[in-house]
């Protein structure tokens, strides 16, 4: 009753695969296992897996499929879909074969440094050692190897622990001193390959060292020598030789072998196999362990601990995870933070409790709680609430209003001295403690804190900040301290802060957090996505009565199109506001979405545009319905498509990031680059053929303004001119060019502020506009042509046509004076258009 399709042959290494199972019947439940070493291990969704229903035309079978990408030996084996009935459980099986690769090459090269300095031993060869250890494979590898020199042996030797080390001897001359590159290439069945090499230090004879000194040998200057790790751990010391031949401080990535386990699972568990809620509690749980006993100076086992903690937080973006898990997971991250995390740089200080930070908040933001929790560690304090918040953590009150909605708030210690601080370089905490809140909404809420702190004197002044993830920084912006009235003693500093992302991040460096902006983007968006529907309910009821000649379909399909596309983009704007509430998965879909969708309703503000031009220019060659509708579908179809094709694929291949997601929005990584560009460069093409379009158009109605004309006349052409910038405006988005401006100020400049919010202002109630322009600008009689004739005389020549003065609806009534006889060349064809 079940039956299984799988690949039937080996498959590549790092490639893409989908099992399908189909089940004569309607099933109640069905799920997905692995089958490996004897374990059953069940598939969630998860970097690797990929869950998925498969479309049949049976109405009376299901159809179940698991998506692989880029498939490893961690999802080799036998595969195994469930249909449950009832009690009855309906199985297939399929195995999947991989040809494999090293996931990690470890080098080692004996000696590590060839002296070269005395003269006396250019003659005499160094015998080199060289050797490759990879994990322990049933893969058969086609071994080669590329080294100076000739070689004098070749060969592979298993050794304990599920390792393979394969050694080759080769010699080293110091005549040839530019050859220092030992490689290796593992090929598999499939002629895949996967190469790793290893470089010999050269110390010359004009060179500095560092000499002997324990177990580092003698090292030029600038050089880093690896050695092994001691006492069964894992990973590797290394040491560099720095300036004037002084050794620098020992770098130390040794990690136990149980951290090591616990790495592995926890990546396991990141890619959907066997991510189960009991396998999040027994990592936490090792994890716990492994922390309570490490010393200070242990920055190995720190940083890995911190390594794990952010590869659940991501795997709990798709993987559910229940309040069960939280106990052991707090009592890590409280473990963490009891120890000075001595022994390295102040920049590696930073970066590790950024990272701790960024993997503390979202698996508290991600774990899932029933009700209220309150638990307390040394150095952190949680406590999950509903509806009106009014808790203490620390001692510092956090009060949020919001009926019906789950808080989950973390006092944390130990972590301020750690973060990096150069937002007021001259000025130092007065605690050393910081609040994580969150919550299951989409909604604007004002987080208000009171923390027990005082000034110490008149010059002191106190800062609200919060932490910064994209300029790993804090920073005030949407944050600001109040006075507290409930306590006059003057012991207390009132905080008041609110994120949401505001509509102007589209064009912005970075998200500009503002309660103000927030607001009105709500508003305008609501106002826009209302005003956007009435527009094509209007278009729809009227649309055989507006489109009875060529230009008025013209002018209407490009109106529908962009309304279109426009409510498209500012509902998946709207859906992706909260961008903390959003999985990865979510956000990079809606992420693709706006790019799409903003980028082809330009691309059909482009269409009106040079269709306004051509009419401009090509009085006598009007297009054909036909040839507008091809062009046009290719510019407003095509395009966008095949730029957010091209964009995302492109930050894949060179593993940039498409997407932020602290905004839900492209990236910004400096002038030029990331991949926000690929929105601001069609953007900023199309504004700037509109802005020439708009142009040309008002240029044509003072040119068409005779010298010898009335009063009257130069009156109705300043007014044509009035319409067409306003009733054009909306619909080629010239007020995007703003957005511009954006990315050319700072945002300490003077104007900044006032470009942010005319951004915001002007293009969340777009809809409003464009829906105003379509109704308003539509004329109230449409008159036709009845002669034209031409008529010269001794001063002047005109043309003269008889017309009921009709305007083009793409910029409302450029003339409103059917009366006039005797009009220029220029402005008869303008008056057509």
Same mark, same amino acid.
């Given at each position: 009753?079940?039956?299984? #399709?799988?690949?039937?042959?080996?498959?590549?290494?790092?490639?893409?695969?989908?099992?399908?199972?189909?089940?004569?019947?309607?099933?109640?439940?069905?799920?997905?296992?692995?089958?490996?070493?004897?374990? +059953?291990?069940?598939?969630?969704?998860?970097?690797?897996?990929?869950?998925?229903?498969?479309?049949?035309?049976?109405?009376? =079978?299901?159809?179940?499929?698991?998506?692989?990408?880029?498939?490893?030996?961690?999802?080799?084996?036998?595969?195994?879909?469930?249909?449950?009935?009832? /009690?009855?459980?309906?199985?297939?099986?399929?195995?999947?074969?991989?040809?494999?690769?090293?996931?990690?090459?470890?080098?080692?090269?004996?000696?590590?440094?060839?002296?070269?300095? %005395? /003269?006396?031993?250019?003659?005499?060869?160094?015998?080199?050692?060289?050797?490759? *250890?990879?994990?322990?494979?049933?893969?058969?590898?086609?071994?080669?190897?590329?080294?100076?020199?000739?070689?004098?042996?070749?060969?592979?030797? @298993?050794?304990?622990?599920?390792?393979?080390?394969?050694s080759f001897k080769s010699e080293f001359s110091c005549k040839k001193m530019n050859e220092t590159k030992w490689e290796v290439s593992f090929k598999n069945q499939k002629g895949q390959t996967k190469n790793e090499?290893?470089?010999?230090?050269?110390?010359?004879?004009?060179?500095?060292?560092?000499?002997? +000194?324990?177990?580092?040998?003698?090292?030029?200057?600038?050089?880093?020598?690896?050695?092994?790790?001691?006492?069964?751990?894992?990973?590797?010391?290394?040491?560099?030789?720095?300036?004037?031949?002084?050794?620098?401080?020992?770098?130390?990535?040794? &990690?136990?072998?149980?951290?090591?386990?616990?790495?592995?699972?926890?990546?396991?568990?990141?890619?959907?196999?066997?991510?189960?809620?009991?396998?999040?509690?027994?990592?936490?749980?090792?994890?716990?362990?492994?922390?309570?006993?490490?010393? =200070?100076?242990?920055?190995?086992?720190?940083?890995?601990? &911190?390594?794990?903690?952010?590869?659940?937080?991501?795997?709990?973006?798709?993987? !559910?995870?229940?309040?069960?898990?939280?106990?052991?997971?707090?009592?890590?991250?409280?473990?963490?933070?009891?120890?000075?995390?001595?022994?390295?740089?102040? =920049?590696? #200080?930073?970066?590790?409790?950024?990272?701790?930070?960024?993997?503390?908040?979202?698996?508290?933001?991600?774990?899932?709680?029933?009700?209220?929790?309150?638990?307390?560690?040394?150095?952190?304090?949680?406590?999950?609430?509903?509806?009106?918040?009014?808790?203490?953590?620390?001692?510092?009150?956090?009060?949020?209003?919001?009926?019906?909605?789950?808080?989950?708030?973390?006092?944390?210690?130990?972590?301020?001295?750690?973060?990096?601080?150069?937002?007021?370089?001259?000025? *130092?905490?007065? +605690?050393?403690?910081?609040? &994580?809140?969150?919550?299951?909404?989409?909604?604007?809420?004002?987080?208000?804190?009171? $923390?027990?702190?005082?000034?110490?004197n008149d010059t002191q002044k106190l800062h609200c900040v919060f932490w910064d993830t994209n300029k790993k920084d804090w920073s005030d912006t949407g944050c600001r301290v109040e006075r507290d009235s409930n306590?006059? %003693?003057?012991?207390?500093?009132?905080?008041?802060?609110?994120?949401? !992302?505001?509509?102007?991040?589209?064009? /912005?460096?970075?998200?500009?957090?503002?309660?103000?902006? %927030? !607001? &009105?983007?709500?508003?305008?968006?609501?106002?826009?996505?209302?005003?956007?529907?009435?527009?094509?309910?209007?278009?729809?009821?009227?649309?055989?009565?507006?489109?009875?000649?060529?230009?008025?379909? $013209?002018?209407?399909?490009?109106?529908?199109?962009?309304?279109?596309?426009?409510?498209?983009?500012?509902?998946? $704007?709207?859906?992706?506001?909260s961008p903390e509430n959003l999985s990865a998965h979510w956000c990079l879909i809606l992420t693709l979405c706006k790019h799409l969708f903003y980028l082809a309703m330009f691309s059909w503000m482009l269409c009106?545009?040079?269709?306004?031009? +051509?009419?401009?220019?090509?009085?006598?060659?009007?297009?054909?319905?036909?040839?507008?509708?091809?062009? /046009?579908?290719?510019?407003?179809?095509?395009? @966008?498509?095949?730029?957010?094709?091209?964009?995302?694929?492109?930050?894949?291949?060179?593993?940039?990031?498409?997407?932020?997601?602290?905004?839900?929005?492209?990236?910004?990584?400096?002038?030029?680059?990331?991949?926000?560009?690929?929105?601001?460069?069609?953007?900023?093409?199309?504004?700037?053929?509109?802005?020439?379009?708009?142009?040309?158009?008002?240029?044509?109605?003072?040119?068409?303004?005779?010298?010898?004309?009335?009063?009257?006349?130069?009156?109705? !052409?300043?007014?044509?001119?009035?319409?067409?910038?306003?009733?054009?405006?909306?619909?080629?988005?010239?007020?995007?060019?703003?957005?511009?401006?954006?990315?050319?100020?700072?945002?300490?400049?003077?104007?900044?502020?006032?470009?942010?919010?005319?951004?915001?202002?002007?293009?969340?109630?777009?809809?409003?506009?464009?829906?105003?322009?379509?109704?308003?600008?539509?004329?109230?009689?449409?008159?036709?042509?009845?002669?034209?004739?031409?008529?010269?005389?001794?001063?002047?020549?005109?043309?003269?046509?008889?017309?009921?003065?009709?305007?083009?609806?793409?910029?409302?009534?450029? $003339?409103?004076?059917?009366?006039?006889?005797?009009?220029?060349?220029?402005?008869?064809?303008?008056?057509?258009?």
């Amino acid at each position: 009753m079940v039956n299984i #399709t799988a690949p039937d042959d080996i498959v590549c290494y790092k490639s893409n695969h989908t099992l399908e199972c189909t089940f004569e019947g309607t099933a109640t439940s069905t799920g997905w296992k692995l089958i490996r070493e004897h374990k +059953h291990l069940e598939l969630k969704n998860g970097t690797l897996v990929t869950l998925t229903k498969c479309h049949i035309d049976s109405k009376n =079978s299901s159809c179940i499929a698991v998506k692989l990408k880029e498939v490893t030996g961690t999802g080799s084996g036998t595969y195994e879909c469930q249909f449950t009935f009832g /009690s009855v459980n309906h199985t297939a099986k399929a195995e999947l074969k991989v040809a494999l690769l090293p996931e990690k090459i470890t080098m080692k090269i004996d000696p590590p440094v060839a002296d070269c300095s %005395d /003269s006396s031993n250019l003659e005499v060869p160094v015998i080199v050692n060289v050797t490759a *250890t990879i994990q322990n494979s049933n893969e058969s590898y086609n071994v080669s190897w590329q080294f100076p020199g000739a070689g004098l042996s070749k060969g592979s030797k @298993p050794a304990s622990e599920g390792t393979l080390v394969f050694s080759f001897k080769s010699e080293f001359s110091c005549k040839k001193m530019n050859e220092t590159k030992w490689e290796v290439s593992f090929k598999n069945q499939k002629g895949q390959t996967k190469n790793e090499s290893v470089d010999i230090l050269v110390i010359s004879a004009s060179e500095k060292f560092c000499a002997v +000194h324990d177990k580092w040998p003698k090292t030029p200057e600038g050089g880093t020598v690896i050695n092994q790790c001691e006492n069964g751990k894992t990973g590797y010391k290394s040491r560099t030789c720095g300036k004037d031949g002084e050794w620098q401080t020992v770098f130390s990535s040794c &990690i136990s072998a149980e951290m090591t386990k616990v790495i592995d699972a926890a990546e396991l568990f990141k890619t959907g196999i066997g991510a189960t809620q009991e396998a999040a509690m027994e990592i936490f749980e090792s994890l716990k362990n492994t922390t309570s006993s490490k010393s =200070s100076d242990d920055y190995a086992g720190i940083n890995a601990s &911190i390594s794990i903690i952010n590869i659940m937080a991501s795997g709990s973006e798709n993987i !559910t995870l229940k309040e069960e898990v939280f106990d052991d997971f707090l009592n890590v991250a409280s473990n963490l933070l009891t120890n000075n995390w001595t022994g390295v740089n102040s =920049s590696i #200080t930073y970066d590790m409790s950024s990272q701790y930070l960024y993997g503390v908040e979202n698996l508290v933001k991600n774990i899932q709680v029933n009700d209220t929790l309150n638990i307390y560690k040394p150095n952190l304090d949680l406590k999950v609430s509903k509806g009106d918040c009014n808790i203490s953590v620390l001692n510092v009150t956090v009060k949020l209003n919001e009926t019906g909605v789950q808080f989950k708030t973390v006092g944390v210690r130990n972590l301020m001295d750690k973060l990096n601080n150069s937002f007021k370089p001259t000025s *130092t905490a007065p +605690h050393n403690l910081l609040l &994580i809140v969150t919550k299951n909404g989409s909604s604007s809420t004002e987080i208000t804190m009171d $923390f027990p702190i005082k000034k110490l004197n008149d010059t002191q002044k106190l800062h609200c900040v919060f932490w910064d993830t994209n300029k790993k920084d804090w920073s005030d912006t949407g944050c600001r301290v109040e006075r507290d009235s409930n306590h006059t %003693d003057g012991n207390h500093t009132l905080c008041k802060c609110n994120h949401l !992302t505001s509509f102007a991040v589209l064009m /912005s460096k970075s998200d500009t957090p503002n309660l103000d902006l %927030d !607001t &009105i983007t709500y508003v305008g968006l609501a106002v826009s996505i209302c005003s956007l529907v009435i527009l094509l309910i209007i278009e729809a009821l009227v649309w055989s009565v507006v489109v009875k000649t060529d230009l008025s379909y $013209f002018r209407h399909t490009t109106l529908v199109n962009i309304a279109v596309f426009l409510l498209l983009a500012d509902c998946s $704007f709207l859906a992706s506001m909260s961008p903390e509430n959003l999985s990865a998965h979510w956000c990079l879909i809606l992420t693709l979405c706006k790019h799409l969708f903003y980028l082809a309703m330009f691309s059909w503000m482009l269409c009106m545009s040079v269709m306004l031009i +051509h009419r401009l220019i090509f009085v006598f060659n009007p297009l054909r319905k036909r040839v507008f509708m091809f062009l /046009s579908s290719i510019v407003g179809y095509g395009c @966008p498509v095949l730029i957010v094709g091209i964009s995302y694929v492109y930050c894949r291949y060179n593993e940039k990031e498409y997407y932020n997601k602290a905004t839900c929005w492209l990236v910004f990584a400096g002038t030029l680059d990331g991949s926000l560009f690929a929105f601001l460069l069609p953007v900023g093409t199309v504004i700037f053929t509109n802005l020439f379009s708009m142009a040309v158009v008002i240029f044509t109605l003072l040119k068409s303004s005779a010298p010898d004309g009335s009063k009257s006349d130069e009156r109705e !052409t300043f007014k044509s001119i009035i319409r067409v910038l306003i009733f054009l405006t909306p619909v080629f988005g010239v007020t995007w060019g703003i957005g511009f401006l954006l990315q050319i100020f700072n945002k300490d400049h003077e104007a900044y502020p006032f470009l942010l919010y005319s951004f915001t202002i002007l293009n969340s109630f777009q809809g409003l506009f464009v829906m105003l322009t379509g109704v308003f600008a539509e004329p109230k009689d449409k008159g036709k042509y009845d002669t034209m004739k031409n008529s010269t005389s001794a001063s002047n020549t005109k043309v003269k046509m008889k017309a009921k003065a009709e305007l083009d609806p793409l910029a409302g009534r450029m $003339f409103d004076t059917p009366g006039l006889d005797h009009l220029k060349n220029n402005r008869d064809l303008t008056a057509e258009i």
